[in-house]
């Protein structure tokens, strides 16, 4: 059987995104069976199409069939969606909205660069494997607007990513109503230099939003090369009752647990020196979201906290365990 090594180095990212976005995951094998072998299954693997992420319900996929990645309905496969960005960049991410009627795609660009599109759910039907599908990239692309906002808000005073420099959309989380999507843009001279900012793109009005909340947020982390508050989405329409918030709490926090365990429990059995590093991101992750529920909850009244801090939380430890989830799927 193969031996799997994790080799964990640490990128210093942001901790608005997730903890284990600061970690590249690195897997090697030792395989024992003759090199003709190991070419035949690989090549054989290679050819195999791959699902990389499914939809909360299982109604949608993303597969990767080569060098090809596709946006695919379960129940009828030849109602799908072609990412043609994929042709020129890497799709490393992907983040469906709760409704499941939006995609997040982050795209690798290169060293300290990347970018993002978001596809929306459209209501054609495609006549053919390769015609107009089920999802469609808004225009322009994600991380054009993005940019184009944030030097518009004052976020930045240059447009790193024009200027090829370190520049960087990342996703900060989607709202529990699907009507707003947290992005950090990230950008600088170089990959010590870069700052952080929050911006949502709202999908109820198709545009980029700074609200006096994110606004704090910004201001709090102004000065530091790492985002050390975290951000919820906020949402739109009216949240649920305490009791339902609860509930939903109770589930997140606990597949958030899980997942942190497993990925514990793999580093102690594959490489110990890992532990402390893992152990040491949970820390500043918990110490980034108290310090974001402290001033996400400064605008409310006492009537309204209780109810906004379940919300706050569950937004921020759903990202973080969908994340978690990946990552301990990637070793």
């Keep these: ?18 903890s284990s976005s600061m970690l590249i995951a690195q897997t090697q094998s030792e395989a024992k069976a003759s090199p003709s072998a190991t070419a035949s299954a690989a090549a054989e693997d290679e050819n195999k199409p791959q699902v990389l992420k499914t939809s909360p319900s299982g109604k949608f996929r993303v597969v990767e069939n080569g060098e090809e990645f596709w946006i695919v309905t379960a129940a009828d496969e030849n109602q799908r969606t072609k990412m043609h960005s994929a042709e020129l960049v890497i799709p490393e991410e992907f983040r469906f909205s709760p409704d499941e009627k939006w995609l997040y795609v982050e795209l690798h ?15 054609s039907k495609a006549a053919g494997p390769n015609e107009v599908g089920p999802f469609q990239p808004i225009e322009p692309a994600l991380e054009y607007g993005a940019w184009a906002e944030a030097l518009k808000q004052r976020l930045f005073t ?5 200027e090829g420099l370190c520049a960087m959309v990342r996703f900060g989380g989607w709202s529990d109503d699907s009507r707003r999507l947290l992005l950090i843009i990230r950008g600088g001279e170089s990959r010590r230099e870069t700052v952080g900012r929050y911006l949502y793109y709202n999908t109820r009005t198709s545009g980029f ?78 110490k980034a979201r ?25 937004d921020v430890s759903r990202t973080e365990a969908e994340a978690d989830e990946e990552a301990a799927a990637r070793q």
């Excluded at 951000?231 to 647990?257: G, H």
């Excluded at 409310?300 to 906004?308: H, L, M, N, Q, V």
Aim: hydrophobic residues 40%; aromatic residues 8%.
């Design 109 to 123: 660009h290169g060293s300290c660069m990347s970018g993002a599109d978001l596809y929306r759910k459209s209501n």
């Design 290 to 314: 108290d310090a974001g529920l402290k001033i996400y909850l400064a605008a409310f009244s006492p009537a309204e906290k209780e109810r906004k801090r379940l919300q706050f939380l569950i």
């Design 209 to 286: 939003e700074l609200t006096p909340y994110l606004r704090k947020v910004n201001a709090a982390s102004a000065k530091s090369h790492e985002i050390d508050v975290l951000a919820c989405a906020e949402p739109v329409d009216p949240l649920p009752d305490e009791a339902t918030l609860k509930q939903r709490y109770a589930a997140v926090d606990k597949k958030l647990n899980e997942n942190y365990q497993k990925m514990i429990a793999k580093a102690e059995k594959e490489e110990k020196e890992t532990v402390a590093t893992l152990r040491r991101f949970q820390r500043q992750w918990l």
């Design 1 to 18: 059987m193969n031996k799997l090594l994790l080799l964990l180095s640490m990128i210093a990212v942001d901790y608005g995104c997730n």
């Design 158 to 162: 240059e447009n790193f990513a024009d």
